[in-house]
């Protein structure tokens, strides 16, 4: 009995690591590797683990390449659009607006968008992230929702703000910012013009809820909204790239927290669930904020 307990200790405790830094790849952490002491195994178990830590070598040198393409392209294209810009405003002064030119000037605006839409998906990269920091969730959330509220100053939307509590997360802000302004914007881009916002707190998490009333999407295309340029099947809407959601879902997954999406009453709910800190401080709740523009 006892030899068999430790035959089956020595099998299951490397197969247990395995699992572990299955998972973590899947999870977008690349920097996971077998420990060297199951590495240096004589049996086929070391060779496995020689085989699966070659092979995740190899996909984060491929994730890196990618992303510094990625990235490169998007900088090379930066050049031209200016000058592109500069071409355009240059030619108004000579002809006058013409419809053509306006035409010009919105599809210039759209490439820029893209472009850098493009930039932040590439710098959300697991081996190169900011240093965390304590972030104030509802300060946060405030300030993102005061300046989608501000971008569509021109626009009939109303954004309706119920932030139950302050609490403290673990972040880091520029990616969890970038999660937070993609979702709020794609929900006014798509919400049918009303769009409420809540954050309160569950047992251990804080969870951010966005609920817009724009018809909602294909229950078969829940699970593939969070794709990189997913559009939902039977939308004709000329706005985007399909790379908001995609940016809010890895900026998650650096928190390794967790966004999901349903279809709730008139329109589409987007939920991102973070971890609060220990012994965070639940201060009085703000009061809803409705802001129409």
């Given at each position: 009995?006892?030899?068999?307990?430790?035959?089956?200790?020595?099998?299951?405790?490397p197969?247990?690591r395995?699992?572990e830094?299955?998972?973590?790849?899947?999870d977008?952490?690349?920097d996971?590797?077998?420990?060297?002491?199951?590495e240096?195994?004589?049996?086929e178990?070391?060779?496995l683990?020689?085989?699966?830590?070659?092979?995740?070598?190899?996909?984060q040198?491929?994730w890196?390449?990618?992303?510094?393409?990625?990235s490169n392209?998007?900088?090379?294209l930066?050049?031209?659009?200016?000058?592109?810009?500069?071409?355009?405003?240059l030619?108004?002064?000579?002809?006058?607006?013409?419809?053509?030119?306006?035409?010009?000037?919105?599809?210039?605006?759209?490439l820029?968008e893209?472009?850098?839409q493009l930039?932040?998906?590439?710098?959300l990269d697991?081996?190169?992230?900011?240093?965390?920091e304590?972030?104030d969730l509802?300060e946060?959330?405030?300030?993102?929702?005061?300046?989608?509220?501000?971008?569509?100053?021109n626009?009939?939307?109303v954004i309706?703000?119920?932030?139950d509590?302050?609490?403290?997360?673990?972040?880091?802000?520029?990616?969890?910012?970038?999660?937070?302004e993609n979702?709020?914007?794609?929900?006014?881009?798509h919400?049918g013009?009303?769009?409420r916002?809540?954050?309160?707190?569950?047992?251990?998490?804080?969870?951010?809820?966005?609920q817009?009333?724009?018809?909602?999407?294909?229950?078969?295309d829940?699970?593939?909204l969070?794709?990189?340029?997913f559009?939902?099947s039977?939308?004709?809407?000329?706005?985007?790239?399909?790379l908001?959601l995609?940016?809010?879902?890895?900026?998650?997954?650096?928190?390794?927290s967790s966004?999901s999406?349903?279809?709730?009453?008139p329109?589409?709910?987007?939920e991102?669930?973070?971890?609060?800190?220990?012994g965070?401080?639940?201060?009085?709740?703000?009061?809803?904020?409705?802001?129409?523009?």
């Open positions: 009995g006892g030899v068999s307990y430790l035959l089956a200790r020595a099998i299951s405790s197969i247990r395995f699992r830094s299955t998972v973590a790849i899947a977008g952490d690349f996971s590797r077998i420990a060297s002491r199951i240096e195994r004589r049996d178990i070391g060779g683990a020689q085989d699966f830590n070659r092979m995740a070598a190899s996909l040198l491929a890196r390449r990618q992303a510094e393409l990625t392209v998007s900088h090379e930066r050049s031209p659009l200016a000058r592109l810009k500069i071409a355009l405003e030619a108004r002064r000579e002809t006058g607006d013409l419809p053509e030119l306006d035409r010009i000037d919105v599809e210039t605006e759209r820029d893209l472009i850098g930039l932040t998906f590439s710098k697991p081996s190169t992230r900011e240093a965390m304590q972030a509802a946060l959330v405030a300030g993102v929702v005061d300046d989608v509220r501000f971008e569509n100053t626009r009939d939307v309706d703000s119920q932030l509590a302050n609490v403290s997360v673990n972040a880091y802000p520029s990616a969890l910012r970038s999660a937070l979702v709020l914007r794609n929900a006014v881009l919400g013009g009303n769009v916002v809540s954050l309160h707190t569950e047992p251990g998490n804080v969870l951010v809820k966005v817009d009333q724009g018809g909602g999407v294909a229950d078969s829940l699970e593939r969070f794709e990189p340029f559009r939902a039977g939308s004709n809407d000329s706005h985007g790239a399909g908001g995609a940016i809010a879902a890895r900026a998650m997954a650096m928190h390794e966004i999406a349903s279809n709730a009453g329109g589409l709910c987007v991102m669930r973070l971890p609060i800190l220990p965070f401080d639940a201060r009085t709740p703000q009061a809803s904020n409705k802001h129409k523009k």
